[in-house]
């Protein structure tokens, strides 16, 4: 069995501030331990249901630089840096049995949830694939879905869990805290949420293949909000781009993993 675990950090047991997740700040630095703790379980729970496993950890986050690597199970192979292909995807491929996404939150815009975006907080308001509005989990299990993978298991907060029924009915979903707010969070400890992940996984995979993700199939119409105007100017330059209203850019891409591609360098490009 082979399996990509995608590991983000807002959604980990023990963040719920931006100060938690951004180098520099002190709590960060604390919480790249929890995180990698929490990919380790996932590992540990992949092994378990198959001791002869190989597990690709593809670090999520921000940069992809966040996960500490001496602390990672050493029978796991580490994605790590920017940029790369399918970005917070890096290692997805047809001969792959499941991906498990760790630590994940909700997309952007979304009531209550903890650290809720889409890809760049700062830019991007909300991305929609022929008329469905998708946040980094949609994203993502469609792309899973593309390439023949099933998504297994998603760890977040309670937010996430619901988006994850909607975007991947079926999947498992481990809610290690109750969101309160966009910073507020009630949560179970560290350990706890480490020890449901891990006894999470076998399962998942033991019932990947009834999991029905959303797949984008054939052209696909992408629209792209940012939050502000100035933030379309740089993805004009893109041949075939348009701006359908001020904050609202559109492009035709031919197949779901383009329309991936735009939205990933829509974001780039709006940090310019």
């Not at 719920?16 to 960060?28: A, K, L, N, T, W």
Request: one cysteine or more.
């Amino acid at each position: 069995m082979r399996v990509l675990v995608s590991v983000d950090m807002e959604g980990i047991a023990g963040v719920v501030h931006s100060d938690d997740i951004q180098p520099g700040h002190r709590e960060y630095e604390r919480n790249r331990g929890l995180l990698t703790e929490e990919a380790n379980a996932a590992v540990r729970g992949v092994y378990a249901a198959d001791p002869d496993a190989q597990v690709l950890v593809a670090d999520a986050h921000a940069q992809f630089r966040n996960l500490v690597p001496e602390l990672l199970d050493r029978r796991a192979e580490l994605l790590r840096g920017t940029p790369r292909p399918w970005g917070m995807m890096a290692g997805l491929s047809p001969d792959l049995d499941a991906v498990l996404y760790i630590g994940y939150h909700g997309k952007a815009g979304t009531p209550r949830s903890v650290l809720a975006h889409t890809i760049a907080g700062r830019v991007i308001a909300d991305v929609r694939c022929n008329g469905a509005s998708l946040g980094e989990l949609g994203l993502n299990t469609a792309l899973a879905a593309h390439h023949g993978v099933p998504p297994a298991l998603v760890s977040g907060d309670d937010t996430v869990a619901v988006e994850a029924a909607d975007a991947a009915p079926g999947i498992h979903a481990v809610v290690v805290k109750r969101a309160l707010g966009a910073r507020a969070a009630a949560m179970i400890h560290p350990e706890e949420a480490c020890r449901r992940i891990e006894a999470a996984v076998p399962r998942a995979l033991a019932t990947r293949t009834e999991v029905r993700p959303r797949e984008v199939e054939g052209p696909v119409e992408l629209e792209v909000q940012v939050h502000r105007p100035h933030l379309t100017e740089h993805a004009l330059l893109v041949p075939g781009m348009e701006r359908r209203d001020g904050c609202t850019l559109r492009y035709t891409a031919p197949d779901f993993p383009t329309a991936y591609n735009v939205v990933e360098l829509i974001a780039v490009l709006g940090t310019l």
